[in-house]
């Protein structure tokens, strides 16, 4: 990531901005549905490759999910301990975490989704369980100016 367009940003915004995309994106064919924490912390990263994130994950849903299923994208603040911070191979302490939950299908996290996270110095998980879906989540370390 280039760092001169690294810069605080809300992710809450990045995501409501790119919620009409979405809609257009994937069409009647997915519901999507937002629950946003208004307390969210900000991040330090580069809004827009932290949009095409979404996006990605997004069409990646599009694509492996039957028409009527549902996307869910929620926001969260969140307090990584020692143990989930090391299984994710970052450092404890606070993050935001995104959660893309997809119902009847498998979201597919590409290597270049990966990399703008881990740019930003975050990291991704996936659940997944055969017939009812699939969950992404992302945790970005909070910035310092955000916390309380």
Not at 37 to 53: F, M, T
Not at 84 to 102: H, K
Not at 106 to 111: D, E, G, L
């Amino acid at each position: 990531m280039n760092s001169c367009l690294s810069r605080t940003v809300d992710i809450n915004a990045v995501i409501t901005d790119l919620t009409g995309l979405l809609r257009v994106v994937v069409g009647e064919r997915l519901v999507v549905r937002t629950k946003l924490d208004p307390k969210l912390g900000r991040i330090n990263a580069d809004s827009r490759q932290i949009g095409w994130v979404f996006i990605n994950l997004a069409i990646s849903a599009y694509d492996a999910m039957p028409v009527g299923s549902e996307l869910l994208i929620s926001t969260s603040n969140i307090e990584l301990d020692y143990e989930d911070a090391g299984e994710l191979g970052v450092p404890a302490g606070p993050y935001v975490q995104a959660e893309l939950r997809a119902t009847g299908g498998r979201i597919n996290v590409q290597t270049m989704v990966r990399e703008i996270v881990q740019n930003a110095r975050g990291a991704v998980s996936m659940r997944s369980t055969p017939g009812h879906g699939s969950t992404v989540l992302i945790f970005f370390p909070m910035a310092t100016d955000s916390l309380a």
